[in-house]
């Protein structure tokens, strides 16, 4: 697909460019056709592709699971019950690393969200011109198949997390306790603004964090791969040097994928165990 475009600069474009729906400058709601139109429609508009493999990948993994739960056995398990239960293991393990309270919403949220994000993150191995292609001859002038792109997806994420280190950090401690926490630590009570100045930073910090490391790497692997297919546009041999570093690049890829759904999992971990204690 590089080829048919006037230069490689509109080829990156338009593979980063959302379909977006929203309110046209002219008071009109639809389908922006580039940049400019998406600029105009402003908060409200909404990146229907994020959104639509998001969800769908979203039930694909609650369909798997509750698959193998239905058919689950113990006399003759099958592979993909296997591998659901060494999964559900690995999981459970990590929460008992992490959180040393008693929740029981932590480990199915840290399931969720490693399970989820991985499926998000997989999307990446699939070829950058594919669907885009596929779904371009039905007149779809964008598509990003990629949700962990998107920092709208990744800050949707990460503030959910937030709201919930805010409420168990309420619910453990109490409003005065969770004030207190923020107003006389590091410093003795004295220097209480700063105190509030330094640990607002650091709470504040954390969704921020959270949704920039995995919007960041997975941008960045997106990228990568993009211009890898740009080299299919310079002849035979550098195609050739090209799909040998595609090749590279996915396999470490998939390192890459399966870490940042790890690390997201972990920190929200590590995050509501910090939440939940009372011994500050």
Request: proline fraction near 4%; charge should be negative.
């Amino acid at each position: 697909m590089a080829g048919s475009y006037e230069n490689s600069s509109e080829y990156i474009k338009h593979h980063l460019t959302n379909l977006t729906f929203g309110q046209k400058a002219d008071g009109s709601w639809g389908i922006a056709h580039g940049a400019d139109e998406i600029k105009e429609m402003g908060f409200w508009s909404i990146n229907v592709d994020s959104m639509v493999f998001a969800i769908g990948l979203g039930v694909l993994f609650l369909w798997l699971f509750r698959r193998a739960a239905k058919k689950a056995s113990t006399d003759a398990p099958s592979g993909w019950q296997n591998f659901v239960e060494m999964l559900i293991e690995f999981i459970d393990d990590s929460v008992r690393g992490s959180f040393s309270g008693k929740n029981p919403l932590i480990a199915p949220l840290a399931l969720t969200i490693f399970v989820w994000i991985f499926l998000l993150n997989l999307m990446d191995l699939i070829a950058v011109d594919l669907v885009p292609w596929l779904v371009g001859m039905a007149g779809v002038p964008y598509l990003k198949i990629v949700p962990t792109t998107d920092p709208n997806i990744t800050f949707g994420m990460s503030i959910t997390v937030f709201i919930l280190v805010l409420y168990y950090s309420v619910k453990m401690k109490g409003a005065g306790g969770f004030f207190a926490e923020l107003a006389f630590h590091p410093f003795p009570k004295f220097m209480m603004p700063i105190n509030l100045i330094l640990e607002g930073v650091t709470l504040i910090a954390k969704p921020v964090s959270l949704a920039l490391r995995l919007f960041g790497n997975l941008y960045a692997g997106e990228m990568i791969f993009i211009l890898i297919a740009l080299m299919y546009t310079g002849g035979f041999a550098l195609g050739i040097f090209g799909g040998l570093l595609q090749l590279g690049w996915a396999i470490f890829h998939i390192l890459i994928i399966t870490l940042q759904a790890f690390i997201f999992m972990t920190l929200t971990i590590v995050y509501l165990d910090m939440a939940s204690q009372t011994d500050h």
